[in-house]
């Protein structure tokens, strides 16, 4: 039977745990506010908003769907703001006034392409709490000390996602839903993780597709009446589709294999698979090559990464590589990988591309695009085994004895 591992993080959004891989899916200060940190305000996307008004993401291991919910959570602010500011540049509260819309008449397009392996996972993204006030995992049903540690109990956040974000990704992945995932969806062991106004919702959506018997009739109309005109949410996404465009498309599969017959040209690449360590086969030289020739030239490339391998494997591939600096955290938290040189705003130090031509730097290899996690393991140990490079705790302790910089 499916098992999920979640807990609430340290800014009131869930986050789980892979007990097959022995690693976490997201940060304990805070899945949400990942998201935003190493993806959404690293991509620059404000300006590209402006000039553009269709845009293409690909994200490479959805999960739970964070990275994609806080670009469109980003998107519908821009979306709001900019239409009431280009609307002869009157200074209103809403997007709505007097139950008109207010537009430039401009129709934005976006296509999200989400991968992953995880059916269910990705299939449960809509309904995932992401802003609970005070949290308690006391009762986690997995024995995990080293998150447990980390998590503080309080809740500290700076970003709120919108219930329209959740009902626009629930409209497209409705009926991908399966009775294996209402199991764990209706338990009552995970209700705590779960919007039960977004259930609910699902309810009346999948109520809607089969024939009803009267009393189901009756239950379904008060759900219209709620829904329809009642519910703000459910309003504000009913006209946001009169400026939106939004196509979604969700594949459960190998990365590899579904980017390999993608033609589309991405101008934002999401890469948050697990670690090297545990995912090499998505870190690979031969998969960073894949993804060169999806993006567009003046596209990015993001990842939580800060490895050596990793960054070595993007230069390799053709990229031009620099770092994601996270304000809050006073330090570097990923990596940018773009065609356009232009674009890197934090590039890589001295000490950065030293430790890239170390054992460190030796990245991983994946010719044919099909090898296992084990055998890609396996030959990197190999290739790290037989290199005359230096080691990089050498490369350390010599950069630390002849540089002005605290490493």
Known sequence: MYELYP??????????????????????????????????????????????????ILDICYGIGYNSKSFLNYFLDFLYTETIHTNNNENKKSLFYNGQLYTNNKKYKVFIHAIDKDKILANLSPFFI?????????????????????????????????????ILLLEKLKNNIDCETESILFSKKYSQFFDRTLIDLYRFLKLKRYKSTPLEVINCFLHNIY???????????????????????????????????????????????FTPAKCPCLWTVDFFKLLYE?????????????????RSAFINAGFYVGKIFSKTANKFTGTVAVKNKDLIVNELSEFDLGLMKTKAGIFYRDENLNASNEAIIKQHEIDVKNSNLISSSKYIKSFRKGSKYDI
Request: hydrophobic share 35%; glycine share 4%.
């Open 227 to 273: 829904y329809k005109y009642i519910s703000y949410s459910y309003k504000m996404v009913v006209r946001t589709n009169k400026l939106l465009s939004f196509n979604f498309k969700l594949d459960i599969d190998d990365a590899r294999n579904t980017i390999i017959k993608d033609n589309n040209i991405y101008n934002y690449i999401f890469l948050d698979a």
């Open 7 to 56: 807990y609430f993080t340290n800014d009131g959004s869930v986050g789980l745990y892979s007990p097959e891989a022995d690693d976490i899916y997201h940060s304990t200060y805070g899945a949400l506010t990942e998201a935003y940190e190493k993806f959404i305000f690293p991509a620059n996307l404000n300006e590209f908003l402006k000039k553009n008004s269709e845009i293409k």
């Open 130 to 166: 992401t802003q609970k006030n005070n949290i308690n995992n006391n009762k986690l049903n997995f024995n995990e000390d080293k998150i447990k540690k980390m998590l503080s109990g309080k809740t500290a956040s700076n970003f709120k996602l919108k219930k329209e974000v959740s």
């Open 294 to 310: 999806r993006l567009d030239n003046s596209g990015m490339l993001l990842t939580y990464s800060n490895s050596s391998a990793v």
